[in-house]
């Protein structure tokens, strides 16, 4: 699933699986195993409510975005009412190393008591914008002075909004905050 408006990603996503699925990395008996995986990239029809899996089956479904009450939950009846499970690829990408060395290789990679890993990002006025796969409990001074690269010459740091329209603004006060 991927918002409607993300087309140039979608068109990407699209190829990016046309190329692994001729390459025999995804389809029928993928290299020569007996093992079918097949994707698809399903574009949503308009806005999706911040995370919220019940919208997101909707808009799956060809249906407005709006949640639904709950229960019955998507793990008894979801997308077409059969058992659905909604996970966000973040958090799906960890399960080969978790699978691969063991669920307390990944406790241990965080600074917090959060296992693992989390995607985080600065753009904006900063000399280095970028996005980073670091461990839990790293703060956003951290991020932004030894990532980011701090700020460019001359600017002065303001603000910040650690998870996008779903989140107030922050202060340099909160910066030390993991």
């Known amino acids: 699933f991927l918002r409607g408006e993300y087309i140039e ?17 995804l389809g029928k008996n993928i290299m020569g195993t007996g093992f079918d995986f097949e994707l698809f990239v399903h574009t949503g029809a308009g806005r999706y409510i911040c995370g919220e899996e019940t919208a997101l ?23 077409w ?24 290789w990944y406790q241990n990679i ?8 989390k995607l985080m990002g600065f753009s904006g006025r900063v000399k280095n914008p970028g996005l980073w796969e670091l461990p839990f409990g790293t703060t956003a ?8 690269g701090g700020m460019r010459d001359g ?19 909160h910066l030390d905050l993991p």
């Not at 965080?110 to 890993?117: H, L, Q, V, Y």
């Not at 001074?141 to 980011?148: H, N, V």
């Open 9 to 25: 990603a979608a068109v990407n996503l699209r190829r990016a699986i046309a190329e692994a699925t001729e390459a025999g990395l």
């Open 57 to 79: 089956i909707n808009s799956l479904e060809g249906r407005r975005a709006n949640p639904r009450s709950k229960p019955p939950f998507p793990a008894t009846s979801g997308a």
């Open 81 to 104: 009412g059969k058992p659905t499970c909604v996970n966000n690829v973040e958090t799906l990408c960890n399960v080969p190393a978790i699978l691969a060395n063991g669920v307390e």
């Open 110 to 117: 965080s600074k917090s008591k959060d296992a693992g890993t």
């Open 141 to 148: 001074r951290e991020i932004l002075e030894d990532y980011a």
């Open 155 to 173: 600017l002065k740091f303001k603000a910040w909004q650690p998870g996008g329209a779903g989140t107030d603004f922050l202060t340099e006060a």
